[in-house]
């Protein structure tokens, strides 16, 4: 099989293990509430158990505690997990952390569902998608959950300062289901979008979210360069909001099918 995007690679990953990256996640954008019905109604068999791939500070899973019986939220980042223990419903008893890659970590399946947030990507994906295929139910399935704030008036001038800064090129993860498919990991059966949902924050917020992503993870910047950008999405933002808050909407999307084993 082909090597994966570099721009997938899992040393990007390593940028969530830093404490920094873990301090602006809690910026990121919810997922709307409808998200996790969607999940719920995937789930089709007994036991009601939930492994979620990548779970970081478990912003799927700990919402997925009252869905399940069990969910197992594996991360390889401790920082990120201990950060999760600690927000809502972290402690839940339905809720079992899981340290290290979902490649090797002993589990408990069956899984009912499977999910994977914006972390499927740095996933060995040959090596994780013929066990995700092991280890579901007779009707179980792999969710691929995704959430995105929509356009604004100054997306595409945010998106061009963003590629002067970014600290990694190529492919976008947007893409990553696309690639799945043609290397015959993964088959979509549905997908749907949620209604988008209102979230307003402060500009100072929103760009803190922007370092909670590889390409833009401070310690992947030079101290300058993360000030330069800093300062030229502030004064990019504040000619549209000069009230300092942004008025976003958010959707999430979720796509099902099946994880596969190559036949090749």
């Given amino acids: 099989m082909q090597p994966k995007p570099e721009n997938f690679d899992r040393q990007y990953a390593e940028s969530f293990k830093n404490q920094h990256v873990v ?3 809690r910026y990121r954008a919810p997922y709307p509430p409808e998200t996790f019905a969607i999940l719920a109604d995937l789930i089709k068999d007994e036991p ?31 920082n990120m997990i201990e950060r999760g223990k600690q927000l809502p419903d972290g402690n839940h008893p339905h809720l079992h952390w899981i340290y290290g890659k979902i490649e090797e ?3 408990t399946p069956p899984y009912a569902l499977i999910t994977a947030g914006s972390s499927i990507h740095w996933t060995e994906w040959e ?31 945010l998106s061009q300062l963003q590629a002067q800064y970014s600290s990694r090129r190529g492919h976008r993860s947007t893409y990553v289901r696309k690639e799945l498919e043609e290397r015959g990991l993964f088959h979509t059966i549905g997908e749907t979008e949620t209604t988008p949902i209102d979230f307003h924050q402060s500009i100072d917020d929103f760009i803190e979210g922007l370092h909670s992503r ?31 808050i942004i008025p976003l909407q958010v959707s999430g999307t979720v796509a099902w099918g099946h994880p596969l084993k190559p036949t090749s």
Avoid: K
């Fill in 105 to 107: 970590v002993p589990l």
């Fill in 127 to 157: 090596v994780a998608f013929p066990r995700f295929h092991d280890l579901l139910t007779p009707q179980g399935m792999l969710a691929l959950v995704h959430r995105r704030a929509l356009s604004m008036p100054w997306s595409e001038e």
């Fill in 214 to 244: 590889s390409n833009f993870a401070r310690e992947r910047m030079s101290r300058q360069a993360a000030e330069n950008f800093d300062q030229q999405a502030r004064s990019l933002l504040l000619r549209y909001h000069p009230h300092g």
């Fill in 23 to 25: 301090d602006a996640y």
């Fill in 48 to 78: 009601r158990t939930l492994l979620d791939v990548g779970a970081g500070s478990g912003d799927i899973a700990r919402q997925c505690v009252h869905l399940a019986e069990r969910v197992d939220a594996v991360d390889f980042s401790q």
